[in-house]
Nanobody, 124 residues
Framework: QVQLVESGGRLVQAGGSLRLSCAASGGTFSSYAMGWFRQAPGKEREFVSTISWIGSNTYYADSVKGRFTISRDNAKKTVYLQMNSLKPEDTAVYYC?????????????????WGQGTQVTVSS
């Protein structure tokens, strides 16, 4: 069983930056692909970014490409999401997830473990 705990979400002004962290416990972190998803009020959960088990492959939603960067530190069992040039439309609860697949995947149904989420609010 893998437990995931996100942190780093807060209120920030448009144009600002945040770094989200997701710490894992249990399981073999280095064996999992990791992903970030988000859900805004009244909207469905959407894919944000994913990284393969050794970090060699990363993918991003078009809406965040060039602004967000995903990375991982397998020694610390942590995945990060660096978010720059934030926009009000980035406001959402951000979730990290772990997939038993080692390859990076954008499909939420391919993730096996989910964190509780961290709130990111971007003011205009």
């Amino acid at each position: 069983q893998v437990q995931l705990v996100e942190s780093g979400g807060r209120l920030v002004q448009a144009g600002g930056s945040l770094r989200l962290s997701c710490a894992a416990s249990g399981g073999t972190f280095s064996s999992y692909a990791m992903g970030w998803f988000r859900q805004a009020p009244g909207k469905e959960r959407e894919f944000v970014s994913t990284i393969s088990w050794i970090g060699s492959n990363t993918y991003y939603a078009d809406s965040v490409k060039g602004r967000f960067t995903i990375s991982r530190d397998n020694a610390k069992k942590t995945v990060y999401l660096q978010m720059n040039s934030l926009k009000p439309e980035d406001t959402a609860v951000y979730y990290c997830a772990a997939s038993l697949l080692v390859i990076a995947t954008m499909k939420d149904f391919e993730y096996d473990y989910w964190g509780q989420g961290t709130q990111v609010t971007v003011s205009s």
